[in-house]
């Protein structure tokens, strides 16, 4: 599934990073604590924070996941939303909690391989 398709499925907001919309949702990944994140989150996976800050973008980057999905209703600021334009990684946004948003994602069939 590549990202555009979560948002188009799940009613996501686009805040940023649309150049970034093909790329591909191998799996899901929550957490807000940014060092846990980058020890653990599997690469190219789609990332449920509620951080908004310029790092989520950096990390993002660092293990080329395929999209940021900020939950709680929380919206990033403007550097953050230029540095994910810069660097093709989609930000999208849900009202909904982490929790929901993921259990909609399992779901879906977004699901990490096992190893």
Request: aromatic fraction near 4%; hydrophobic fraction near 45%.
């Amino acid at each position: 599934m590549q990202a555009k398709a979560l948002v188009e499925q799940f009613g996501l907001t686009v805040a940023a990073g649309e150049g970034g919309l093909e790329r591909l949702v191998k799996g899901g990944y929550c957490g807000d604590l940014l060092s846990e994140v980058m020890a653990n989150a599997p690469i190219g996976c789609a990332w449920l924070t509620i951080q908004v800050h310029q790092n989520i973008v950096a990390v993002a980057v660092l293990r080329e996941m395929a999209a940021i999905i900020i939950a709680g209703g929380n919206t990033p600021d403007e550097g953050t939303r230029t540095r994910a334009d810069q660097e093709g990684i989609p930000v999208l946004l849900t009202e909904l909690d982490s929790f929901s948003m993921a259990g909609k994602l399992f779901k879906a069939g977004v699901v990490n391989e096992p190893g």
